[in-house]
């Protein structure tokens, strides 16, 4: 079962950027786009680097290790050496919260 929990308030979204973000161990980056908002797992998938210090072009975040490159809105690699899909969760900007749905479990942990 999944639920609609609080991320960030809407106050510290980074404009049209990347704002990192935390619920329980799980660290989150949330994108700002004109046509909402998108939230992957923080860590790139190739060497671990924070995507929240990397550089948001349109929809797609480069890493700031090595520049591999992924579709926020699906997670899905999209320029060496990135090659492994990351995390995507359901996000949405619901009164003055981004709201992002998880599993209950992944909330406890
Ligand atoms: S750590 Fe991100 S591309 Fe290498």
């Not at 106050?11 to 704002?19: G, K, R």
């Not at 929809?59 to 992924?70: A, M």
Request: with cysteine; aromatic share 6%; hydrophobic share 35%.
């Amino acid at each position: 079962m999944s639920e609609w929990q609080n991320l960030i308030p809407l106050a510290d979204l980074e404009p049209d950027d990347v704002t990192p973000a935390r619920i329980g161990k799980r660290r989150l980056a949330v994108y700002d786009r004109p046509d909402g908002v998108y939230v992957t797992a923080a860590r790139c998938t190739h060497g671990g680097a924070d995507l929240c210090d990397g550089y948001l072009d349109g929809n797609v975040i480069e890493c700031p290790l090595h520049q591999g490159c992924f579709d926020i809105r699906d997670g899905s690699p999209l320029e060496a050496p990135a090659t492994r899909s990351l995390a995507t969760f359901q996000a949405r900007k619901q009164g003055d919260f981004v709201q992002v749905k998880m599993p209950v479990k992944a909330l406890t942990i």
